[in-house]
């Protein structure tokens, strides 16, 4: 709760000091604002002329070769053109192609048309390049006097800066395929170096090739293997053959041989045997066995038998020799793909293994060589092929409006800057015023309650008449001087300032009026013998006075004055004279005192101020109480703080402080002390209600006493 309200009493200082220097700041903001206005009505007329671009990446407008990756937004590839559009390079040519050196040369007066670098710095003050942030679009606004001008530079810009995309792609691309070509033909150097090395090795190690690629002494190899699988199979028939007729006997063989060898000499014996025995048995069913014929018959037979079995005799030898044979050839062919194979592992080692390497190396060049020369041939195809790396959206035209200067924007910048620059001003001053400002001040500095606040522009409540609004205040004072007075009326007091004008003297007399009105015998006594003014006040001579009686020259009964306000009594200065000095700290003075309180409720004495002069600290240590006025923001706080300690040492009961002379309307921290009363106040009052009206305002004064 305390941390709150003490924000909230900052906030409301705050607002104090802008409310309470408002004149300061309306000052200052006004200068500030006449000032701006004025700049800117002289300032030449500025014209916008806008561009916009769609910047993409070097991607081909037609897919080719391969399907093109779709690139996402890349931001630094956006901040990268966006450099690149206000560089040298592109602001140079455009201003070559539109010939600005000598344009802006006859603008500017000069014979000669500007340099480059001079061109170049106007163009860049005059250039903004914007990019639409998650976008690819890119914005080239140019501000010149002239509106045409403005859009022809926007568009050339957009223009050179296109331009300038696609040939750096299209050299890019010229530059790669050159190094292509010189890779290119450095291979087919490295390819020939490789194939000459291929074809020296190959006649030096005496490498036989059928063919591309092929090696006679491994064609040989395999030939002899596949002659050594046949002539391993032959064998293996011939052996069963051989095996199957030699095992059989008798009938069984001559029945077998016609089918296992295929022999027609066989096969004839067979069948003439055959015919034979069926002639036979037929002969035999007529004749006898000794019949001539059948005889011849039964001759035949056996001779043909021993001729069949001679045959199948030599059968078996024929095919055992054949088998023989192919044994023979079998354990030839086994043997010479033996001696091969060793001999092809040794030509491997010695001969084909370097070979072999040397044709690697061919191949590999020679695959090398013909991806660059296919890579060459595709850089060719696709340079060919359009590309739209920036398309321009909008085209700039001619404004119809200047875009500066901003009169409006001009004026509302002058004025907050007006305002900042007075709020500041304002804040700065009010630190150095170190003067009383508020009641916080007084009870900080001082350690005084303040009994009455009285408003500005307040003067003789004689001349306002008793229906003042202002005589409420000097109610509420006089209402808090009884409540530090533990409820006891009357008594002798005096008002002290600190230095002259701060209105004492006013405040006592008004202070005397108003006690006056509410019933009390009141005597006011002109006791500042050196400026008296309490007699202007009341429009009565100050010829005699106080001098007078305390010089003894006259009884104090003929020098107090009756005035036309009832219960008001004077007693005028008198003339000051020459041996004054100490007049007010005799014994007389103290005598006068005790004597006018028992004939009074309340005695007022005037004094001067109590800085610089001794009769004030007199004064109050011989009357009752005494109160310090201090004036609103006249001050430094030094000085009141110094009149505080003075009262202090020369014992006088100081009961508080009148802050004088509060302008309410400028200062709202003390519009209530005023606003109630001031709409409120009544002609007549009793001092019953005064004092319950002023209760609530003095309460927390008179619980500090």
């Not at 309306?26 to 916009?52: D, H, N, Q």
């Not at 810009?157 to 290119?184: C, P, Q």
């Not at 001050?635 to 009961?653: C, F, I």
């Amino acid at each position: 709760m305390e941390e709150s309200k003490e924000s909230s009493l900052h906030f409301l200082d705050y607002w104090r000091v802008i409310r309470s220097r408002k004149e300061i700041i309306l000052a200052v903001t006004l200068l500030v604002v006449l000032t701006g206005t004025a700049y800117t009505l002289t300032l030449p007329k500025i014209f916008m002329a806008e561009a916009r671009m769609n910047v993409r990446d070097d991607s081909l407008d037609v897919e080719v070769f391969s399907r093109q990756q779709t690139t996402l937004y890349n931001p630094f590839f956006m901040r990268t053109q966006f450099q690149i559009i206000q560089s040298k390079v592109i602001l140079d040519d455009v201003i070559r192609e539109m010939e600005l050196q000598e344009a802006w040369g006859r603008e500017m007066g000069e014979g000669t048309p500007l340099s480059l670098q001079a061109a170049r710095g106007i163009l860049r003050r005059s250039l903004r390049v914007e990019q639409h942030r998650d976008t690819t679009l890119i914005s080239i606004r140019v501000f010149r006097p002239d509106p045409s001008e403005a859009a022809e530079i926007a568009n050339k810009v957009a223009e050179v800066y296109r331009t300038y995309r696609l040939r750096v792609k299209r050299d890019e691309v010229l530059g790669g395929l050159e190094s292509l070509r010189s890779e290119m033909d450095n291979q087919r150097r490295k390819l020939e170096e490789a194939e000459k090395r291929l074809e020296a090795k190959r006649e030096n190690m005496d490498v036989a090739m059928v063919g591309r690629g092929f090696q006679v002494d491994k064609i040989r190899l395999q030939q002899l293997e596949a002659d050594r699988i046949a002539a391993r199979v032959d064998m293996l028939v011939r052996q069963a053959r051989y095996q199957q007729l030699d095992a059989l006997e008798g009938e069984d063989l001559l029945t077998a041989s016609t089918y296992i060898v295929s022999d027609r000499t066989l096969a004839s014996l067979r069948q003439q045997l055959l015919d034979t025995d069926v002639n036979l048995k037929l002969l035999l069913e007529n004749y006898g066995v000794n019949h001539p014929e059948v005889r011849r018959l039964i001759s035949a037979r056996e001779e043909m038998t021993s001729k069949m079995a001679e045959a199948l005799n030599g059968l078996k030898k024929g095919l055992q020799a054949d088998f023989e044979v192919a044994k023979a050839k079998y354990e030839a062919l086994e043997e010479e793909v033996q001696q091969a194979r060793r001999m092809d592992i040794e030509a491997e080692r010695d001969r084909y293994l370097p070979f072999e390497r040397a044709q690697r190396e061919v191949d590999q060049q020679r695959s090398i060589f013909e991806s660059l020369r296919a890579r060459l041939a595709q850089e060719g195809i696709e340079m060919d092929i359009p590309r739209t790396p920036v398309e321009i959206v909008d085209h700039a035209e001619p404004p119809q409006r200047h875009s500066s200067p901003n009169v409006y924007m001009n004026i509302a910048l002058s004025l907050f800057i007006g305002l900042l620059a007075g709020v500041g001003l304002a804040y700065f001053i009010e630190y150095l015023d170190t003067s009383v400002k508020t009641v916080d001040d007084v009870e900080r500095h001082l350690s005084l309650p303040v009994l009455g606040v009285i408003p500005q522009k307040v003067g003789n409540l004689l001349e306002e008449g008793p229906n003042s609004p202002h005589a409420e205040a000097y109610r509420v004072l006089r209402t808090n001087i009884q409540f530090s007075n533990k409820g006891m009326p009357g008594g002798t007091f005096t008002f002290v300032s600190g230095g002259a004008g701060e209105g004492k003297s006013t405040t006592l007399f008004n202070m005397a009026y108003v006690c006056a009105q509410m019933g009390d015998k009141v005597l006011i006594v002109d006791s500042d013998l050196r400026r008296p003014v309490q007699h202007t006040f009341l429009g009565m001579p100050n010829n005699f006075g106080l001098t007078n009686v305390l010089l003894r020259d006259v009884p104090i009964e003929e020098t107090i004055k009756a005035t036309n306000v009832p219960n008001l009594h004077f007693l005028p200065s008198g003339k000051l004279p020459r041996s004054s000095v100490g007049l007010l700290e005799s014994q007389r003075m103290r005598e006068l005192v005790r004597n006018l309180k028992t004939r009074y409720d309340y005695v007022f004495f005037d004094s001067p101020p109590i800085v610089g002069v001794s009769d004030a600290s007199i004064l109050a240590s011989e009357v009752d109480a005494a109160m310090l006025v201090v004036q609103y923001r006249k001050y430094p706080r030094t000085m009141s703080a110094r009149a505080k300690r003075m009262l202090d040492n020369v014992g006088a009961n100081s009961i508080g402080v009148v802050l004088n002379n509060i302008n309410i309307m400028r200062d709202d921290y003390y519009y209530y002390y005023h606003s109630y009363y001031s709409q409120h106040a009544q002609p007549e009052t009793t001092e019953g209600k005064e004092l319950e009206v002023a209760a609530a305002s003095g309460r927390r004064n008179v619980d500090t006493l």
